[in-house]
């Protein structure tokens, strides 16, 4: 069986495949193709990758190619993981946002709009592609705004096209181990959008333990949710995804964002440029270990300052650099799976038919009250050798609903505009964020960001 992951030159690739590995023999899995526009960079992280594969004494092969059309031709899965505009990309996102007093954040908001209009016409290309040279294979899109971009596919009539967010399953990952039980063994009930997603439920040996575990002070300061007051958080009475902190907490997180040296963008940037620097000097097929150790520490220290901003005991960037220049801390490789576990575990249960449960970003079809059957959702399904089934969930508080409609609101906006090119129905999109809603920032935006981004979206009318 061959996988093949579209970006495969990404920093993460290596845990990916990792992950991948670990997994091999269920899979059946032979081949790992890494695929990347960016050959220097593929080059590298293809290295370290091909490196794990050998520490590892696997037979799988792990193989590199820029051309879309080898990589996909024999798939029997294919993740995306691209990011069209590059790290600099992400950057001009984030800034051109806070310049107009909204929020710069990645995926949420302007700074989403603007990374869906450069990803949706990448995906819906290499879809084009796997439709013509391997129909049959199953597409976990991971690409951001991840959910935005799985409406675009549904929308452009793809099958077999599911949107994965590690985020999605935060609930069980977390309340896991205080259990003592795996994550498989949990049944979550989740229901939203892509970063706008609640658990309503967490069903353990027939008991809801979720209501018992949000009245833990240890687990509301000890996980995810510590970026949320107690009082928010037992008043909603849900486990909180923690990409919802930009709305209920929308002027606090500018503010602190506006406050920042620099943004996660231009840290990630510098943090990437630092590690491939090393990396060339180091050459993974010389040194593997030394260039491993680097990477794992790279890994280590990314993910120190993730939504710093956001916990009052987190270190700001700065204060991580002194400490992980000052130690050698590594990260461990078996350390989390994030989305390749998820999609690791959706091509299992596809391939065994032995059922898993997980959250993803698929056609609503009557499994949430309220919204459209063809609205991408973020919500619980059963995976199985017959394809991926959304669980019932049925009606939902007021609150997440509204606000659920709204972000879809914007969502088929935004897809429909990308599909026309046009100005107007961006500016309509952005006006219906939450997080913009006025027309004079919005057209402002719009104008900005498709100039900032020429190359990649094109003219639009």
Known sequence: ?????????????????????????????????LMDTDGPKLALTG???????????????????????????????????????????????????????????????????????????????????????????????????????????????????????????????????RLGCAASDLRPEVFGLNHLSWTRRVMYQGEDVLPRLLADPDVLRETRLNIFEPALVRHLGMWLNEYLYYFYYAEQAVAAISAEERTRGEEVLMLNRDLLAQLRQLDPARDLDAALAVYYRYERRRSSTYMHYAQQDAPTPEEADALFNATFLQADPHEGEGYA??????????????????????????????????????????????????????????????????????????????????????????????LVLSYSRAHVLVDEYLAAHAPYVGEWA
């Open 47 to 177: 290295a370290l990758a091909q490196g794990v594969a050998r520490k590892a004494g696997s037979p799988v092969r792990v193989t590199t190619t820029t051309d879309a059309r080898q990589a996909l031709d024999g798939a029997s899965f294919v993740v995306t993981t691209i990011r069209v505009g590059g790290d600099e990309g992400r950057v001009l996102d984030e800034r051109i946002a806070l310049r107009h007093g909204v929020l710069g954040q990645e995926t949420t908001g302007p700074g989403g709009f603007a990374m869906a209009l450069r990803s949706i016409p990448a995906i819906l290309g290499y879809a084009r592609l796997r439709d013509e040279l391997c129909p049959d294979a199953w597409m976990f899109n991971f690409t951001n705004p991840a959910g935005l971009v799985a409406q675009a596919l549904h929308d452009a009539g793809y099958a077999r096209a599911v949107g994965i967010c590690d985020s999605a399953n935060g609930a069980q990952e977390a309340i896991a181990p």
């Open 1 to 33: 069986m061959k996988l093949t992951v579209i970006g495969g030159g990404g920093v993460r690739a290596p845990l990916f495949v990792a992950s991948a590995l670990r997994r091999a023999t269920a899979l059946g899995l032979d081949e790992i193709c």
């Open 341 to 434: 576990g998820v999609a690791l575990g959706i091509m299992a249960a596809l391939t065994s038919g032995e059922p898993h449960y997980t959250a993803l970003n698929v056609p609503n079809n009557g499994a949430i009250a309220g919204m459209a059957p063809d609205d991408v959702v973020e919500v619980s399904c059963v995976v199985d050798g017959d394809g991926v089934h959304p669980l019932p969930i049925g009606a939902i508080p007021d609150g997440p609903a509204l606000l659920m409609q709204v972000i879809k609101r914007y969502e088929r906006l935004t897809v429909r505009a990308v599909a026309e090119r046009s100005r107007a129905l961006a500016v309509d999109a952005l006006m219906a964020h939450p």
